[in-house]
């Protein structure tokens, strides 16, 4: 099989419009949840063709259901009339962390599930812990054995007040799913408010659920004898439009993304505009122009509606070319400054110390070869690469196409110098 890398050359601002479709962070749940209706069929609308999908799809498969995927129409069906309760395997548990969420739909349906470890980016602890001890409170036991954790409710699981230390946006999508056919009302305390828990929601209610709440920190969910098919469009993906305006920043261009709603990236605009970013919206629209270099100004991740943790990667590539010093601390994630090093072999002055990164900003970026460490480190190193003079090589892209649809060619479509080669066929034509 061949190992990809993107060949960028530096230099040229991205100029014109581009379009994002569902969001990544929506519909893997949504696949999940599609496995607990009991009639009719799921259809998922305007669906991106990312390896993250490909593999819950795999996943569902294996599971029992039908799917289709016609790629060309972004359209997902899935019949879950003939889905088995079978253990998630390791195999496909193991290359996303959303994958773990199949528990609540399986407990939903079945009332018991047993399912692999999950694994993902390397970015830090992400604790299943807080899914666990939400479904003990629900009436689940739990054993683990193997590399498998088993929950089994003994019946559907029961109606009660749940909560989390800190929101979680998977763990907040995993009960809900477990308590949209359980025995009575459930309330979840502390719950993620991020847009795709909202429109994963809408997505439940369309099915039948009855769900209040969601989008503010307390949801109720009452639970329902079954659950049908539905016809559901998710909201566009903010996190992949995020980084193409940010590309506007790095690269002093003009970038305008449809498919995504302003609100749901209100504290990044307003962090563009703090770096001189000239900031235009219309419903389903965001345009970004920057004129000069950037000015450095200073980011903390937070829970939604603060600055999203994943687009942190591209705005300390933007920091890198600003003019002045500006500091970054991550909140969510201790492993999440893994960019810094390759940023620092494209010539980035950064320092680490903690949790926080304090980023000195040069006119230019130079070329150099970088890798990849997760889906959004990926990205931001592309970014760094169309501001830098002379060639990047970005390795390990595997990463990025877990997140993001034909890269390459949506920034080639913006007038970006990259290109999609074989690692090796391109070392040796050198």
């Given at each position: 099989?061949?190992?990809?890398?993107?060949?960028?050359?530096?230099?040229?601002?991205?100029?014109?419009?581009?379009?994002?479709?569902?969001?990544?962070?929506?519909?893997?749940?949504?696949?999940?949840?599609?496995?607990?209706?009991?009639?009719?069929?799921?259809?998922?609308?305007?669906?991106?063709?990312?390896?993250?999908?490909?593999?819950?799809?795999?996943?569902?498969?294996?599971?029992?259901?039908?799917?289709?995927?016609?790629?060309?129409?972004?359209?997902?069906?899935?019949?879950?009339?003939?889905?088995?309760?079978?253990?998630?395997?390791?195999?496909?548990?193991?290359?996303?962390?959303?994958?773990?969420?199949?528990?609540?739909?399986?407990?939903?349906?079945?009332?018991?599930?047993?399912?692999?470890?999950?694994?993902?980016?390397?970015?830090?602890?992400?604790?299943?812990?807080?899914?666990?001890?939400?479904?003990?409170?629900?009436?689940?036991?739990?054993?683990?054995?193997?590399?498998?954790?088993?929950?089994?409710?003994?019946?559907?699981?029961?109606?009660?007040?749940?909560?989390?230390?800190?929101?979680?946006?998977?763990?907040?999508?995993?009960?809900?799913?477990?308590?949209?056919?359980?025995?009575?009302?459930?309330?979840?305390?502390?719950?993620?408010?991020?847009?795709?828990?909202?429109?994963?929601?809408?997505?439940?209610?369309?099915?039948?659920?009855?769900?209040?709440?969601?989008?503010?920190?307390?949801?109720?969910?009452?639970?329902?004898?079954?659950?049908?098919?539905?016809?559901?469009?998710?909201?566009?993906?903010?996190?992949?439009?995020?980084?193409?305006?940010?590309?506007?920043?790095?690269?002093?261009?003009?970038?305008?993304?449809?498919?995504?709603?302003?609100?749901?990236?209100?504290?990044?605009?307003?962090?563009?505009?703090?770096?001189?970013?000239?900031?235009?919206?219309?419903?389903?629209?965001?345009?970004?122009?920057?004129?000069?270099?950037?000015?450095?100004?200073?980011?903390?991740?937070?829970?939604?509606?603060?600055?999203?943790?994943?687009?942190?990667?591209?705005?300390?590539?933007?920091?890198?070319?600003?003019?002045?010093?500006?500091?970054?601390?991550?909140?969510?994630?201790?492993?999440?400054?893994?960019?810094?090093?390759?940023?620092?072999r494209l010539g980035a002055n950064i320092t680490i110390n903690g949790d926080r990164a304090t980023v000195t900003g040069a006119p230019y970026l130079e070329g150099a070869e970088?890798?990849?460490?997760?889906?959004?480190?990926?990205?931001?190193?592309?970014?760094?690469?169309?501001?830098?003079?002379?060639?990047?090589?970005?390795?390990?892209?595997?990463?990025?196409?877990?997140?993001?649809?034909?890269?390459?060619?949506?920034?080639?479509?913006?007038?970006?110098?990259?290109?999609?080669?074989?690692?090796?066929?391109?070392?040796?034509?050198?």
């Open positions: 099989m061949a190992l990809d890398m993107f060949v960028i050359e530096g230099g040229k601002p991205l100029e014109g419009t581009v379009a994002v479709k569902g969001a990544k962070n929506a519909v893997l749940p949504m696949l999940c949840a599609s496995l607990m209706p009991t009639e009719g069929d799921v259809v998922l609308r305007n669906i991106p063709d990312l390896a993250d999908i490909r593999t819950m799809i795999k996943l569902l498969q294996y599971m029992g259901a039908e799917v289709e995927f016609d790629v060309d129409k972004g359209l997902l069906t899935i019949n879950p009339s003939n889905v088995e309760n079978k253990p998630a395997p390791y195999d496909l548990v193991r290359k996303m962390r959303a994958s773990f969420m199949i528990m609540g739909a399986l407990l939903a349906r079945f009332g018991n599930a047993k399912v692999s470890q999950p694994g993902g980016c390397a970015i830090g602890a992400r604790p299943v812990n807080w899914h666990i001890n939400n479904f003990k409170r629900m009436g689940a036991e739990i054993s683990e054995s193997h590399g498998y954790l088993e929950a089994d409710c003994g019946g559907k699981p029961k109606g009660t007040v749940l909560y989390f230390d800190r929101p979680s946006h998977t763990g907040t999508e995993n009960v809900m799913m477990a308590a949209a056919l359980g025995d009575g009302t459930t309330t979840i305390i502390n719950a993620a408010t991020d847009p795709e828990v909202s429109d994963f929601a809408r997505f439940l209610t369309a099915m039948g659920a009855r769900i209040k709440g969601a989008g503010g920190p307390v949801i109720n969910v009452e639970g329902v004898d079954r659950l049908r098919g539905a016809d559901h469009i998710p909201i566009g993906d903010r996190l992949e439009a995020g980084t193409y305006l940010f590309g506007a920043l790095v690269t002093r261009g003009e970038v305008t993304v449809k498919g995504v709603e302003p609100e749901h990236l209100s504290v990044v605009l307003l962090k563009m505009k703090e770096m001189g970013a000239e900031v235009e919206s219309s419903p389903g629209e965001i345009t970004v122009k920057m004129k000069g270099r950037p000015k450095a100004v200073d980011f903390t991740t937070a829970v939604f509606p603060g600055f999203p943790t994943d687009l942190q990667p591209a705005a300390m590539t933007a920091l890198t070319v600003s003019e002045g010093t500006g500091f970054i601390r991550e909140t969510i994630f201790e492993n999440r400054f893994l960019h810094v090093m390759e940023l620092m970088v890798m990849a460490s997760d889906i959004r480190a990926g990205a931001a190193l592309v970014l760094a690469g169309l501001a830098a003079r002379g060639t990047t090589e970005v390795l390990r892209i595997y990463h990025v196409d877990r997140g993001y649809e034909n890269i390459e060619k949506k920034l080639a479509g913006l007038g970006a110098a990259i290109e999609r080669v074989d690692q090796f066929t391109w070392e040796k034509s050198e």
